[in-house]
């Protein structure tokens, strides 16, 4: 009907024409002139046409035909990043009205789930000083501490699961404090070089509730595809070790554990099963399972589009699926400022989620990053449940964050080193303890170990610790959690103890 309308009125308009004369010029121009119009807008399409073609051989040059169809795990490190940036376009900076209220009432309830797990065993009175509440001017016994037996027998570290109405009373010997309130307090401590904690940095807070609130944030941002070095182990604690030549003590046994690739997928599927198990949570379980069945999928359809897969994933864990299971991961990311422009790259994504940690941003991180000039990167390790770190110190000061789940530190002085039954220089783990801090045994056969003074804290999503140099420090990973810390630079007020149990300090 549309149509003869149309060409009805065409008709008519062609009769009065011929009954005038002088009609037919203005139609000839009209046509004239629609015939241009068609001819430019197909000229138009075919340019548009054109340049969509450039951009997708473009693309596929740089980042491989799965960069457009996600169809292969031998994918391009970018690839991952790109999809994630193109579908979440990333802001760090997310602003505190952009919080869904329903992740606010989820923090809400983390928060005070973690103030009843989790209770200081002493108060003011018993310490000199609430923890809380600390004055500017840090106490000449600060921080407070207690032998390896009174901490240890009170909560062993194998311990990690502890579920409501249940909760641990910890020694916890360090200051808290908050950043909006508190921050010219926090600064003494940190000038003083001693450890503490601080809470309630807006910008802090605002990753860790990304990150935390929902666990496929990170699992879109770093993809099932992509792989990084993550540490494997049969035993929950992990010695760090460094193997050179064929010096090697006698009777040295290498400590169980070793690296390998994995995708971050397949990590957090692992992560969330350790959680899953321990909680005997349904729901969690239930999400396990999904991803595992799309991990499978994925290795399928891999297999049927690369035969040298396999070739490329040498490094990649080929345990069987019941090995998997009993063993222990530890997820690394490690950035440096000279990978952190690529875009779109895991360095880059570290950065500009953590500008409290980057040396260029100053505003942002001149509290965090002591000294730029010695800055040595973001190093973040992704713990699951059980995971251990065994007892060691580090060349240099260090701020640890969490944005996400709960790990507990015991920390010791370096006036401590000659207790802490170390590895000596040239055992390949030096700078560790020897002794097993969940064996009873061990300690009874390294007395000065029982002497050794500790505290402790747990940390959870949005806290942040200040580690000066040489501190000692056990980790132990309450559940699947996500931190992240950076070192800036050296001291050498407390070198005197470190040389004094053999190591040099410059």
């Given amino acids: 009907m549309l149509q003869r309308r149309t060409a009805s009125k065409s008709s008519s308009r062609k009769q009065t024409a011929s009954s005038n004369g002088k009609q037919p010029n203005v139609n000839s121009r009209r046509r004239k002139k629609q015939r241009s119009n068609s001819i430019a807008l197909r000229a138009a399409i075919f340019v548009v046409s054109f340049i969509l073609a450039t951009l997708i051989i473009v693309a596929n040059h740089l980042f491989g035909t799965n960069a457009i169809n996600g169809a292969s795990a031998n994918i391009n ?111 003494n401590y940190r000038k003083a070089e001693l450890p503490f904690i601080i809470r309630n940095d807006p910008n802090v807070i605002s990753t860790a509730r990304r990150w935390e609130d929902d666990t496929e944030y990170l699992h879109n941002a770093l993809g099932d595809e992509t792989l990084f070095r993550t540490e494997r182990s049969p035993m929950n604690e992990f010695m760090w070790y460094r193997l050179r030549g064929k010096g090697m003590p006698r009777g040295y046994v290498k400590p169980p554990n070793d690296e390998i690739n994995m995708s971050y997928g397949e990590w957090l599927e692992r992560a969330l099963a350790k959680d899953a198990m321990a909680l005997q949570d349904e729901d969690i379980s239930a999400k396990v399972s999904a991803m595992k069945k799309r991990r499978m999928q994925l290795v399928t359809d891999n297999k049927k589009q690369d035969d040298s897969l396999e070739n490329d994933d040498h490094d990649r864990d080929n345990s069987t699926e019941e090995e998997k299971l009993k063993n222990w991961y530890y997820f690394r990311l490690t950035t440096s400022l000279r990978h952190a422009s690529k875009d779109p790259s895991p360095e880059k994504f570290v950065y500009d989620e953590l500008p ?112 000066p140099t040489a501190y000692f420090h056990y980790i132990v990973n309450l559940s699947l959690n996500y931190q992240c810390n950076a070192r800036s630079g050296t001291t050498h007020e407390n070198a005197k103890h470190i040389r004094e149990c053999g190591f040099n300090m410059g």
């Avoid at 940036?85 to 990333?90: E, G, W």
């Avoid at 260090?398 to 920390?411: A, D, Q, S």
């Fill in 77 to 187: 490190k970018k690839s991952d990043l790109l999809k994630f940036y193109l579908r979440n376009k990333v802001n760090a900076n997310v602003p505190d009205d952009a919080i869904d209220p329903a992740a606010e009432e989820r923090a809400k309830q983390r928060e005070a789930r973690y103030h009843s797990l989790y209770r200081p065993k002493f108060d003011q009175n018993q310490l000199g000083y609430d923890t809380y509440n600390c004055p500017s001017t840090p106490p000449d016994h600060y921080p407070m501490a207690w032998t390896t037996v009174e901490v240890l027998s009170n909560w062993m570290p194998h311990d990690v699961t502890t579920i409501a109405p249940a909760y641990r009373e910890i020694y916890q010997g360090l200051c808290v404090f908050d950043y909006t309130t508190q921050y010219d307090a926090a600064l």
């Fill in 356 to 467: 409290f940690l980057d040396p260029r941003k100053r505003s942002e991180s001149q509290f965090y990053i002591v000294d730029p000039s010695e800055e040595r990167g973001i190093n973040c390790r992704f713990g699951m449940r059980g995971v251990i770190s065994a007892n060691h110190f580090d060349m240099s000061r260090n701020f640890i964050m969490i944005f996400g789940g709960e790990r507990r530190y015991i920390l010791g002085h370096p006036n401590q080193c000659k207790n802490m039954a170390l590895h000596p220089i040239g055992h390949p783990s030096l700078r560790h303890s020897k002794v097993d801090w969940n064996n009873p045994l061990e300690w009874d056969e390294n007395p000065e170990f029982k002497q050794a003074l500790v505290n402790e804290v747990v940390l959870h999503a949005g806290d942040a610790l200040y580690l």
